[in-house]
């Protein structure tokens, strides 16, 4: 029973580690290659937002984040009159354990009203969301909306003035004037949560929705 324990327990670890490494290989090659991207993209799954806000259906007595298959998405596009092509605006989010890639695409250059009533759901500003969701939509979804964000505000060359172009991953955007790259930034956070053991300490914002309290966060600047 010992030798069996010892003998299992690493080779789960060097299954868990090689799926791991395998999701990072994969992942890296959707955002270096557009054309492995647009393969993976006919096969991927899309969540949806508009304006920075995640769609997100009731099923039973759950709210879940729905995964738009391709062919749901052309169908989609075509009743609203849009090109196909509006896919490729979608950026990388994730892969799963079986290396099908996760994309986020924002509608909101559609009118949302209609959207919602086609998929009979709604969208739904991500931080009442999260009361909502599974705890595995939260990571993508928020993932999603910051590097949605960032493509927003980062259309324009800071040096030229010049337009900027993202890859089809959404993993950088290109000043092919001049040849710079931007990456997305990352910016360290910290989250502290204080207790007395039995209780800890929370804190609101007025415009936190009616019953939401955080833990207290803040960002961390670089020490010069």
């Known amino acids: 029973m010992i030798y069996q324990g010892v003998y299992r327990t690493p080779s789960l670890w060097c299954r868990l580690h090689s799926t791991y490494v395998r999701k990072m290989r994969y992942l890296f090659k959707l955002k270096e290659d557009d ?4 393969q993976a993209q006919n096969s991927g799954t899309f969540y949806l937002f508009h304006n920075l806000s ?3 259906k009731k099923v039973g007595s759950k709210y879940l984040a729905p995964q738009i298959s391709v062919a749901e998405m052309k169908s989609m596009l075509g009743k609203f009159k849009q090109n196909e092509q509006m896919i490729e605006d979608s950026v990388l989010i994730g ?3 079986e290396c099908m890639a996760y994309f986020a695409l924002d509608l909101g250059s559609l009118e949302k009203s209609v959207i919602e009533s086609e998929l ?3 969208f739904t500003e991500l931080r009442k969301a999260f009361f909502q969701l599974d705890g595995k939509d939260a990571p993508l979804l928020s993932s999603a909306q910051a590097l949605l964000r ?3 505000t980062h259309q324009y060359c800071s040096k030229t003035g010049q ?3 993202k890859n ?3 993993s950088k ?3 092919h004037t001049n040849g710079i790259i931007y990456y997305p930034q990352m910016s360290p956070v910290v989250i502290t949560l204080v207790s007395d053991g039995s209780r800890c300490l929370l804190a609101r914002q007025a415009s936190f929705p009616k019953g939401m309290y955080s833990a207290l966060a803040g960002f961390c600047d670089v020490a010069p």
Do not use: N
């Open 163 to 165: 337009p900027t172009q």
């Open 168 to 170: 089809l991953a959404g």
């Open 150 to 152: 960032w493509h927003d």
């Open 54 to 56: 995640p769609f997100v």
């Open 35 to 38: 054309g492995i991207c647009r």
């Open 95 to 97: 892969c799963s354990d």
């Open 173 to 175: 955007r290109v000043c």
């Open 120 to 122: 009979r759901g709604s």
